[in-house]
């Protein structure tokens, strides 16, 4: 346990308290928040005990829960984890214990295995608390995923049709493995935005792609998010076929963010990106650390235009990034919805 603020402190949560955290998202989203394992204390500690999750609780005085946080792994390297869920019981608490449950997991111990690579946000932009949250606790702004979140799955955002997109930030702790092969088309803008972070050995991608062999990758999709997010560790001789496939595969699925990350250990990197592009991918942003080394992320919106005028970005260099994005957007001839 750790003090917060005067009458609050911050614990762990264990199979004592794991009913707690349902109380928590009840008081804030009744049953409708999309991650349902958080109303099941049998599943959650599942999680937990499967070291998928760790995660938080904000108490007071009398023990009662008044907040909830925790972090969890997402990507194919298993030493970089990803907070987020953060929830207050409106009236409960301020910004003071938000941002103590965001740091709690910084603390060294906290979190199972070996010490982690680094920890990332998928911040929300229909407001700015966690992006400010995340920048004040050290979080580089790094990629922005257009049209990410239903906006059904924020109680405070309505109209149920808009989409919410996402900052991703991220705050690295160990130094990166090299080198890193950066697309030519994107080799400038990638740098400045792996600037802030650990030094890294950059050199330009000039292979072709392969002749043989097959592209490897992992996924997740977040069928009620209409949101697929594709992991490429490697690329083969069937890359442009793979790519047909999984656009094929996406408006099957009525998919809405389609998003792409490939390894920059891939000498081929700047290849594939052209075959991407041609399909009407355009950039996302950098990924640090996703698969060990870095990861570039194209993306697609499909089926409308992403949804620029609802994007509340809280620092100049996301304000940045976001009208290079929308430039790639146009340049890959993606102005009209597709």
Not at 295 to 311: C, E, H, R, S, T
Request: net charge negative; glycine share 10%; proline share 7%.
């Amino acid at each position: 346990m750790t003090d917060a603020i005067p009458g609050c402190s911050i614990l762990t949560v264990t199979a004592d308290t794991s009913a707690d955290v349902a109380k928590v998202f009840r008081a804030v989203y009744g049953e409708s928040f999309p991650v349902r394992y958080v109303y099941h204390p049998d599943q959650f500690m599942a999680e937990i005990r499967g070291e998928r999750l760790c995660a938080a609780l904000a108490v007071d005085h009398d023990g009662e829960a008044v907040g909830y946080a925790s972090i969890y792994r997402n990507a194919p390297n298993p030493l970089i984890w990803e907070g987020g869920n953060l929830v207050l019981i409106p009236g409960r608490g301020d910004d003071r214990l938000a941002w103590s449950l965001m740091a709690y997991f910084k603390a060294p111990g906290r979190l199972p295995g070996p010490s982690p690579d680094g920890f990332y946000s998928e911040s929300v932009c229909h407001h700015y608390f966690t992006q400010v949250g995340c920048a004040k606790l050290g979080f580089i702004d790094c990629a922005i995923e257009l049209d990410q979140l239903a906006g059904a799955s924020f109680a405070e955002h309505r109209p149920d049709s808009e989409r919410v997109a996402c900052v991703v930030q991220f705050c690295e702790q160990t130094d990166p493995p090299g080198p890193a092969f950066l697309p030519e088309r994107y080799e400038h803008l990638l740098r400045e935005l792996a600037g802030p972070l650990r030094p890294r050995s950059f050199l330009v991608s000039g292979s072709p792609l392969p002749e043989e062999g097959t592209t490897t990758s992992s996924d997740s999709h977040y069928a009620f998010a209409r949101t697929w997010k594709v992991s490429v560790s490697d690329v083969g001789g069937d890359w442009e076929s793979w790519l047909d496939s999984l656009l094929a595969q996406a408006r099957q699925r009525q998919v809405v963010s389609l998003q792409v990350i490939l390894s920059t250990g891939l000498r081929c990197i700047g290849a594939a990106v052209e075959a991407m592009r041609k399909r009407g991918f355009f950039l996302g942003g950098l990924f640090p650390r996703w698969f060990g080394g870095d990861g570039i992320m194209l993306q697609q919106v499909l089926g409308k235009a992403p949804d620029y005028d609802g994007i509340k970005l809280y620092t100049p260099r996301a304000r940045t990034l976001l009208g290079m994005i929308r430039d790639d957007w146009n340049a890959v001839g993606s102005g009209q919805a597709r």
